[in-house]
């Protein structure tokens, strides 16, 4: 039996480490679960495949980022064409069965709120929402999106302030 090396032992070693943010994004990305799990898995793929151009330039971190969102917008626009643009948020609170704190932390109705709330942002404000809360800076986001950190910054602002509008007036 040989032995993991080079771009597949790197994929391994990637996606234990960044598969719950994965999960995350994908969770705010699809609210269906069943294109859900095609998106983490279409994620997982650009991920092992994008290793063989990987030249270390950017923070692993950075790249696992970038692909994945760029594989989540894909996924967006791929769904927005097949459904003409109308977007269900049925599935919202539907979440796999809990395997972890993490796991039962987002079959919360608050957590499930907010992720329909992110779904429902353009593809730019969902791509910097979801990179704030996975506690990345405005640096490493406009790294990843292609922003400048004063807009990152200033976005994330903007959003927050929506938010907080937006559920305070029980809108999500």
């Known amino acids: 039996m040989s032995s ?4 597949d032992e790197l994929y391994l070693q990637t996606a234990r480490a960044f598969g719950p943010a994965l999960q995350r994004l994908a969770q705010a990305t699809e609210a269906n679960v069943e294109r859900r799990r095609d998106l983490l898995q279409d ?4 991920l092992w495949r994008s290793f063989a151009t990987f030249d270390g330039r950017c923070s692993l971190k950075t790249w696992v980022y970038r692909v994945a ?3 989540a917008a894909s996924h967006v626009d791929r769904e927005r064409r097949r459904s ?3 977007v269900s948020l049925d599935a919202a609170g539907d979440v796999p069965a809990p395997q972890s704190l993490a796991a039962e932390l987002e079959q ?4 499930a709120r907010v992720m329909a709330w992110i ?3 353009k593809s730019p404000d969902r791509q910097v929402m979801t990179l704030y809360l996975e506690e990345l800076d405005a640096a490493a986001i406009a790294e990843i999106t292609g922003l400048t950190p ?3 910054a200033t976005r994330i602002s903007r959003l927050k302030a929506q938010l907080t509008k937006d559920f305070q007036g029980g809108r999500p």
């Open 4 to 7: 993991v090396s080079g771009p």
């Open 150 to 152: 004063g807009a990152v």
């Open 119 to 121: 779904r429902r942002l």
């Open 108 to 111: 919360s109705d608050a957590l």
């Open 69 to 71: 969102h760029n594989t």
């Open 84 to 86: 003409s643009g109308a």
């Open 43 to 46: 994620m997982h793929v650009a």
